[in-house]
């Protein structure tokens, strides 16, 4: 059973900086792509970015393109989020997920997500 958990979040001042994280178990990193994404009240999930199973390859949204980094640690099983020059409006709760095979998943990259974890809140506020 594929199992999600993120941590790392917290409140933050604008311009500051976060690393969130997504332990995974279940299925190994380089079995599944993971995908970061976030909910902010009364929006849509969006996402954010993702990381590929098979050669690390990443992509990310143009909201946060060049301010943040995905990476992930194979020997932890673990996928990474760092967050820098955080602004109001990427206060949210982040989730991450795995790629799923079927119509129910969020699409994102032109790959479906799913299996959520039970995300981790980010407040960024002076």
């Known amino acids: 059973q594929v199992q999600l958990v993120e941590s790392g979040g917290g409140l933050v001042q604008p311009g500051g900086s976060l690393r969130l994280s997504c332990a995974v178990s279940?299925?190994?990193?380089?079995?599944?792509?993971i995908g970061w994404f976030r909910q902010a009240p009364g929006k849509e999930r969006e996402g954010l970015s993702c990381?590929?199973?098979?050669?690390?390859?990443?992509y990310y949204s143009n909201a946060v393109k060049g301010r943040f980094t995905i990476s992930r640690d194979t020997s932890k099983n673990t996928v990474y989020l760092q967050m820098n020059s955080l602004k109001p409006e990427d206060t949210a709760a982040y989730y991450c997920?795995?790629?799923?095979?079927?119509?129910?998943?969020?699409?994102?990259?032109?790959?479906?997500?799913?299996?959520w974890g039970q995300g981790t809140q980010v407040t960024v506020s002076s």
């Open positions: 990381i590929a199973n098979s050669d690390g390859a990443t």
């Open positions: 997920g795995t790629e799923v095979h079927g119509p129910d998943g969020l699409l994102f990259g032109g790959l479906f997500f799913g299996s």
């Open positions: 279940g299925v190994a990193l380089d079995e599944t792509t």
